[in-house]
């Protein structure tokens, strides 16, 4: 199965669906939105995807390093090349991004509510690979999931759902996570 690792190699990517925390329904939109910044903040990217037009990837904005604007932008081509991948990654962060958004609607108790929080870190993770195993699931504040996830080489993704702002970040970077966007 083809994954995504090369989209968090010196990477973050944060998801949203373009309403986030704006209180209304999920609703696919125009797509699933994706920020992405290299780890060392030298370049920025914007683009979504569009779960109607598998095909389609459309940049929004950039900003930085022109070369590795370039070869992020080609990195993520090459990713979602497969239309397959493409749909199942619009898929499952749309799942992702649907439950945070019903827990805002529905009030779901905080047992059910974390326990769908961990499944869709679960979700999330497995499009990077399925022998990722969950070491440590916990809110940092009332806003906040984190999600730590391991391989069998020690390899790590984090899973951070933002609940208030409806937004999902993974990153292999715990620093890289808070710095996200500044």
Known sequence: MITLTSLINNQSVRVDNHDSGSGRPFDWGTGV????????????????LNLEKVADIRFIKSSGDRDKQKRVKNEVKKAFKDKAVKKRFIKELGSALKRLNDNA????????????????????????????????????????????????HDDRI?????????????????????????
């Open 33 to 48: 939105h994706i920020h992405k910044e290299t780890d060392d903040k030298d370049c920025k990217i914007q683009f979504t």
């Open 105 to 152: 609607l529905n009030k779901l108790s905080e047992k059910d509510f974390i326990e769908k929080l961990k499944i869709s870190a679960q979700s999330v993770v497995n499009l990077f690979g399925e022998d990722y195993k969950s070491q440590a699931n916990s809110f940092e504040d009332d806003e906040i999931f984190s999600s730590i996830f391991t391989d069998k």
């Open 158 to 182: 984090i899973i951070q759902q933002n609940i208030k702002k409806q937004h999902i970040t993974i990153s292999r970077s715990p620093q890289a996570i808070k710095r996200f966007g500044k």
